[in-house]
């Protein structure tokens, strides 16, 4: 009990945040960061960072990437402030963006930090979002309304 006591203590003391991107980190800047193969010129804005290890894990995006911390949620006392949004609009304003994904969740505090950092974006770069719809083996029928909204807004060419 005491090794695995120490063991958390450890960690708590040695992880932290990336100084760039925000993302969880041993060094001042993650590895992801130091990267000079990955994009530079791309960012994608997540929520937290489990949400670049989900992205990771596909092997398809090759840029950085912007941890904000959190959703802008007024109910629960979390506005733009508290989340890392100044830090990223600097990094967007300052270097040779070619494009910011947001790839937050389509929730309520989702959609309202989507729309918030798209009109501060705007002015510096191209701002995309990642598409939604409907999860592979999924059924029409049971799909809610925006979903589906967010399926046909989302398709595109057949290859």
Request: glycine share 8%; hydrophobic share 40%.
């Amino acid at each position: 009990m005491q090794a695995l006591a120490q063991a958390l203590i450890d960690a708590k003391q040695q992880v932290g945040f990336c100084s760039v991107c925000f993302h969880l980190s041993a060094e001042p800047v993650c590895e992801i960061c130091r990267d000079r193969n990955r994009e530079q010129n791309t960012i994608c804005v997540v929520a937290d960072s489990r949400d670049v290890i989900a992205l990771e894990r596909t092997r398809e995006y090759r840029g950085k990437y912007h941890v904000l911390g959190g959703l802008i949620s007024p109910m629960d006392g979390i506005g733009p402030d508290q989340l890392s949004i100044t830090q990223l609009v600097r990094r967007v304003s300052q270097q040779q963006i070619k494009e910011v994904i947001l790839a937050i969740n389509p929730s309520v505090e989702g959609e309202t930090t989507t729309l918030y950092i798209g009109q501060l974006l705007k002015p510096f770069t191209r701002v995309t979002r990642i598409a939604f719809g409907l999860p592979m083996g999924g059924d029409l029928e049971y799909a809610d309304e925006v979903t589906l909204a967010r399926a046909l807004e989302g398709r595109r060419e057949l290859d």
